[in-house]
C-alpha cells in the first residue's frame, strides 16, 4: 500500500512524500525510522487517468522492457557510483555536490532516477544512510550498515573506497561464472533445436516410407517415429510448457518451502555444487571481514551475511552460530558447530581470533577462496563441453540409429 505523509525533519523544515509500507502502523516506524517527525498520514488511492489509458500500448511495452533491462545493469552502476562518490569525496568535494555532479554522468535511467531521489532526501536533511535504504532492493542491508558507520566516524570517503572495491569485486566474479556457463549453454539449446529439427522435419518425410513398405519396423524406430509424429501435431505446445514450467518454478521458489527445497538442491547438484559451496564461503568471509573492519558489531554483521548468502539452509545456520555467539561462544567455535564452513577456513578463523585480527583473517580467506572459484570455473567449463558434446552425440546417434535399422533390413532383404 501507498501511503502520503506529512512530516518535520530535523532542521524543521516539512517534508511531503509517498512511502510504500504493508500497514500504515509499518509507514509510520519507517518514517520515523528516517529520523522524521511525523505530523500527517493518509492512504493514497492511485488512480489512472484517462490520458494514461490511452497512451500507445506499444510505448507502454517499450518502456516496461526498458525498465527491466535497467533494472537488470544496476548493480553495475552502484560499483560505479561508489567508485565515483569515493574520489570526490577524497578530493573534499561535499556529499550533495558530489552526488549532482554524479547524476550527470549516469545514463541507466532507473538508478538515476534513484540517486536523484536520495539527492533529495538529503537535501531535506535526511542522512545519506536513510536515503539509501529507502532503496533496499539496490543498496543491500551491508551496503547501508557500513555508510552509516562511515558517516558516524566521519570517514565515508574511505567506505565508499572499501564499497566500490567489493562491488567491483562481486560484479567481476558474476561476470566470469555467466560467462563460463554461456558457451555450455548455447551448446546445450543448440543441441535442443537440433533434435526438434530432426523429429519434426526429417523424420516424418523418412516415415512416409517405412510405411508404404507395410513392414514391421524395430521398437526403436516405433518410437522414434511416434515421438516425431507428437512433436509434428503438438510443436506450438513447447513454448507453453516451458514458459508454464518457468511461471510456476518462479511462483514456487518465492514460497517459504519453494526457497528451501530449492537451495538444499542447490547444495546437492552433481559438478555444480562444488563451486557453490565455495561461492558461499566466499561471500561469508569477505563480507563478514569488511563489516568487521569497518566496525559493524559482530552480532548485526552475521544478521547482514546471513542474507547475503543467499540459501535458506546456510542462513539458518549462520543464525545458530550467532546465537551461540551471544551465548558466550567465541566466533570458531560457533561456526565449527553450525556445519558449513570447511576445516581449513575454521582453522584460520581461530588464528585470526587468537591474533585479534579475524576482520584481516576473514579478507583473506575470501581472497583465498576468490582464486579458487576462478580455478573451479574453468576446469568446470573444461568439464562441462565434452560431456554436452557426448549428449548431443547418444541423442542424434540414437535417432540416425533409429532410421538405419530399416533401411539395413530392406537391403539385407534385396542381397
Not at 563489516?291 to 547482514?304: A, C, T, Y
Not at 568446470?380 to 540414437?398: A, D, H, N, Q, R
Amino acid at each position: 500500500m501507498i501511503f502520503h505523509y506529512q512530516a518535520l525533519n530535523k532542521s524543521g523544515n516539512t517534508i511531503s512524500d509517498f512511502i510504500d509500507a504493508a500497514s500504515e502502523s509499518s509507514a509510520r516506524q519507517k518514517i520515523r525510522g528516517l529520523g522524521f517527525y511525523l505530523v500527517k498520514i493518509q492512504k493514497h488511492d492511485i488512480s489512472i487517468s484517462t490520458v494514461v489509458k490511452k497512451t500507445s500500448k506499444i510505448r507502454t511495452l517499450a518502456d516496461t522492457i526498458s525498465d527491466v533491462i535497467s533494472t537488470r545493469f544496476i548493480s553495475k552502476q552502484v560499483g560505479l557510483f561508489s567508485r565515483q562518490l569515493a574520489t570526490l569525496l577524497n578530493a573534499g568535494m561535499q556529499l550533495p555536490i558530489a552526488i549532482s555532479n554524479i547524476i550527470e554522468q549516469i545514463d541507466n535511467k532507473h538508478f538515476k532516477n534513484i540517486i536523484t531521489d536520495v539527492k533529495g532526501k538529503i537535501e531535506e536533511g535526511s542522512n545519506f544512510s536513510n536515503a539509501l535504504m529507502r532503496h533496499n532492493t539496490v543498496f543491500s542491508d551491508m551496503y547501508v550498515n557500513m555508510v552509516r558507520v562511515g558517516e558516524n566516524l566521519g570517514s565515508l570517503d574511505h567506505v565508499m573506497e572499501r564499497l566500490a572495491d567489493m562491488e567491483e569485486k562481486n560484479n567481476v566474479l558474476k561476470n566470469k561464472i555467466q560467462g563460463a556457463l554461456y558457451y555450455p549453454a548455447f551448446m546445450f539449446i543448440f543441441a535442443i533445436i537440433v533434435v526438434i529439427f530432426l523429429m519434426v522435419k526429417v523424420i516424418p518425410s523418412i516415415s512416409v516410407m517405412f510405411i508404404e513398405q507395410k513392414k514391421e519396423l524395430p521398437m526403436p524406430t516405433q518410437l522414434i517415429i511416434f515421438l516425431s509424429n507428437l512433436l509434428s501435431k503438438f510443436w506450438f505446445m513447447i513454448p507453453i510448457i516451458v514458459i508454464s514450467f518457468i511461471y510456476f518454478f518462479k511462483k514456487y521458489s518465492k514460497t517459504i518451502e519453494g526457497k528451501r527445497k530449492i537451495d538444499e538442491f542447490k547444495l546437492n547438484i552433481p559438478l555444480i555444487k562444488n563451486i557453490y559451496k565455495k561461492i558461499i564461503v566466499y561471500r561469508f568471509a569477505q563480507n563478514l571481514g569488511i563489516l568487521l573492519s569497518n566496525k559493524v558489531d559482530i552480532i548485526r554483521s552475521f544478521e547482514i551475511v546471513g542474507k547475503i548468502v543467499d540459501n535458506s539452509i546456510i542462513e539458518e545456520k549462520i543464525a545458530e552460530a550467532e546465537k551461540k555467539i551471544k551465548e558466550g561462544s567465541s566466533v570458531s567455535t560457533a561456526l565449527a558447530k553450525s556445519d558449513f564452513l570447511p576445516k581449513m577456513v575454521l582453522g584460520m578463523l581461530s588464528a585470526g581470533e587468537a591474533s585479534d585480527k579475524l576482520d584481516q583473517m576473514m579478507i583473506n580467506i575470501g581472497k583465498v577462496y576468490e582464486t579458487e572459484i576462478e580455478l573451479t570455473i574453468n576446469s568446470l567449463t573444461s568439464l562441462l563441453e565434452p560431456i554436452i558434446i557426448i549428449f548431443m552425440g547418444i541423442i542424434i546417434g540414437t535417432i540416425v540409429m533409429a532410421v538405419m535399422l530399416p533401411m539395413m533390413e530392406m537391403n539385407l532383404l534385396v542381397q
